[in-house]
């Protein structure tokens, strides 16, 4: 299909008119063109042009203001109504209005996403056309000009993180009931265990996103006495050696293949770096495969791979602070010894650099479904096999940090991976299916399922394609387009917006505040306000637990300074 096609066809009708004119502009090159193209049909262009990206970027930051003043709007009216002395049915009754207006205001979120991405393609296609067929060359100027109206930045996902919140306490009868619960707290014992893995093409992220946080919260990790939403970053090395012993083992699921990745959270300031081991188990041994780690000092990584610092006096101090038990200090000794063995004798280096950020959607103490989006995801070489010393000696290279899309690195460096991954992790009683939203999500347009997809796997093998002999199995669907008609409904859809409710309750509260209704008896149609309700976004709850992306990880055993506690995802 043609991008003018398309845009005609994906444009949301009631902004028509605020979208690039891209049809008008590609008549006037041709129509000019074909004449003999002059410097005056160039500066009338650039006019054209200009004026364009100014409609386009002053209607995206228009409506982004709209949006998050309706949000703001929408928590007032939450707090109104939680406060006051009316019966629970009359609260349910007006809830039920908020969330029709939150319903309004996903819709248009996820229209004004698609806006924006819209108009981004339309200007570099058009800019695309001018550079072809004009003997002006334009890409270089209009670059600086995109970048001083930059309404394709726009990050939707603090209006996300609100939404969340607000849906979850609509949900709950107007209670934040997710306050002080423990996110892995809960776990049942009779249950069955299920991940599995799907891409996400870039036109479907936001209309997923807003779809699950209907149903799932966003699940916020916060640091101890800290009020800051943490950075979404994650970031791994990958441990492998000249030959990629640890990639043909994974690749081929060979019993106990084990992978080794050092990993840590947020920005380059991060000084705990977790050190990961997984280990694959087949069936038939009758044991499970296994994540296992422990966290250390950044400072002292490159002793710690060298064998020359062990974990010796830290374990001395989590125990004589008897944070951990002995069975639990014992294993995280072994593993330490372990890992250092493994590096030792097969002379593993740092080979592969995963990088995505990582929308984590869970109910607090509610492990039943538990559902991650990376977006971003970005694979970069460490090694130096081809006598180029990146890492120079170093536990992980240092020339980058977290600066997505890493424009700095040569081609040959970086594979930027074309979709969003989704993980999907049920834990169901026996017998007990799935819940409905999660099944229409999984047979949905909006993914494509790759069961066993691996960051590690993929990123060696593009970024080391010469050294690799067997390729995953999941290379033949990069060449095909992943979006699918949406033959049933299920993401976002519009509805109209009930304002007019909302003002009516609005009115209603200020009125018996005005006419001193606080002593009034409460009844189903009248609200009375008792005073300001402050209400957080969550205390800090336990991390890492959703910060997984192994399909086959069945047991994970966590030795770190937030984890207690040997734990069963």
């Not at 043609?2 to 129509?31: H, I, M, N, T």
């Not at 004449?35 to 006019?47: H, I, M, P």
């Not at 479907?204 to 799932?216: P, S």
Request: proline share 4%; aromatic share 10%; with cysteine.
């Amino acid at each position: 299909m043609k991008f003018g096609q398309q845009l005609r066809e994906s444009l949301f009708p009631d902004w028509k008119f605020y979208y690039v004119d891209y049809a008008g502009l590609k008549k006037f090159l041709y129509e000019r063109a074909d004449k003999g193209y002059t410097a005056d049909d160039e500066a009338e262009f650039v006019k054209l042009l200009d004026g364009e990206l100014e409609k386009v970027n002053s209607f995206q930051q228009t409506k982004s203001s709209e949006m998050k003043r309706r949000i703001e709007y929408c928590e007032k009216q939450v707090a109104l109504i939680t406060a006051n002395t009316a019966t629970d049915q009359a609260k349910r009754e007006q809830l039920s209005v908020i969330e029709k207006e939150i319903d309004a205001v996903i819709s248009e979120v996820y229209e004004l996403a698609k806006f924006t991405r819209l108009n981004f393609t339309a200007f570099l296609k058009i800019v695309k056309k001018h550079d072809k067929n004009a003997p002006f060359m334009l890409k270089p100027t209009f670059t600086v000009r995109m970048n001083s109206r930059p309404f394709f930045k726009e990050n939707f996902d603090e209006l996300l993180l609100e939404l969340s919140r607000l849906y979850n306490i609509v949900r709950n009868g107007g209670v934040d009931v997710d306050q002080n619960r423990d996110p892995q707290s809960g776990n049942g014992q009779n249950f069955v265990r299920q991940t599995t893995k799907y891409w996400v093409h870039p036109d479907n992220v936001m209309e997923l996103k807003l779809y699950i946080l209907k149903y799932l919260p966003v699940l916020i990790y916060r640091k101890k006495d800290s009020d800051d939403v943490p950075n979404p970053a994650i970031t791994s090395i990958y441990y492998d050696n000249q030959d990629l012993d640890l990639y043909q083992g994974r690749i081929e699921k060979s019993e106990g293949a084990e992978a080794i990745r050092l990993r840590w959270y947020g920005g380059m300031d991060s000084t705990e770096i977790f050190v990961e081991r997984k280990t694959h188990h087949e069936d038939w041994t009758g044991e499970k495969s296994v994540k296992e780690r422990f966290s250390i000092k950044e400072k002292y990584v490159n002793d710690f791979l060298a064998g020359h610092y062990s974990l010796d006096s830290r374990i001395q101090k989590l125990r004589e602070e008897g944070k951990k038990n002995e069975q639990d200090l014992n294993h995280m000794k072994e593993l330490a010894e372990q890992v250092q063995k493994s590096v030792h004798d097969k002379h593993l280096v740092p080979v592969t650099r995963t990088f995505y950020n990582r929308t984590a959607f869970q109910i607090p103490g509610d492990a039943r479904v538990r559902i991650s989006l990376d977006t971003e995801l970005t694979m970069v070489r460490e090694d130096s096999f081809d006598g180029k010393q990146r890492a120079g000696g170093n536990w992980r290279r240092t020339d980058i940090g977290i600066d997505y899309p890493f424009p700095q690195l040569p081609e040959r460096d970086v594979c930027r991976f074309p979709y969003a991954i989704l993980e999907v992790k049920l834990q169901t009683q026996s017998g007990v299916e799935p819940p409905k939203w999660v099944v229409d999500l999984i047979n949905s347009h909006l993914v494509e399922a790759v069961p066993k997809f691996s960051k590690f796997i993929h990123g060696t093998s593009v970024l080391l394609e010469d050294r690799v002999d067997v390729f995953p199995f999941w290379f033949s669907q990069m060449d095909r387009d992943i979006r699918k008609p949406a033959l049933k409904t299920i993401g976002v859809s519009r509805g109209s917006s009930p304002r007019g409710s909302i003002v009516d309750i609005d009115n209603m509260v200020r009125k018996r505040r005005s006419a001193g209704g606080a002593s009034a008896s409460p009844s189903q149609s009248s609200l009375q306000y008792q005073g300001e309700v402050s209400i957080d976004i969550g205390d800090d709850v336990d991390d890492h637990l959703s910060h997984n992306d192994s399909a086959n990880s069945q047991n994970t055993h966590t030795f770190d300074s937030y984890a207690e506690t040997s734990r069963t995802p």
